[in-house]
């Protein structure tokens, strides 16, 4: 299964509860941000502090068209946090990154909008 950035694919087939639940989704804060130079497509690498049960992971996100480095440290956002590391050319992901794709398909970060404590679980 794939994920999508077109907002007129149809919508995924139904699931149960327990299939929801099964995707552990955190919040987490942005502790550090670099310019992933070696990525094909424009890309971050992000530190992320998912707080004491977790701790802290990297990902790879590309999301170099709304946010700069600098302005993502700090901020939270929400990520999956219990797929398996994924290779992403030298770095290994460890946690995928959520967003929403806007008008042109680039990603806008899911992220609270208020403070609420590293490592929270949605539900």
Known sequence: MHATH???APPAPTIGFDQFLSVDIRVGTI???EV???ARKPAYILTIDFGPAIGTRRSSAQIT???TPQELVGTQVA???NFPPRQIGPMMSEVLTLGFPDA???VVLV???QPVPDGGRLF
Do not use: L, N, T, W
Request: hydrophobic share 45%; net charge neutral; proline share 10%.
């Open 36 to 38: 992933f130079a070696k």
């Open 111 to 113: 992220r609270p909008s």
């Open 65 to 67: 068209e709304h946010y």
């Open 6 to 8: 077109d907002p007129a």
């Open 31 to 33: 502790v550090a941000a």
């Open 104 to 106: 042109e398909g680039r």
């Open 79 to 81: 990520a999956v946090v």
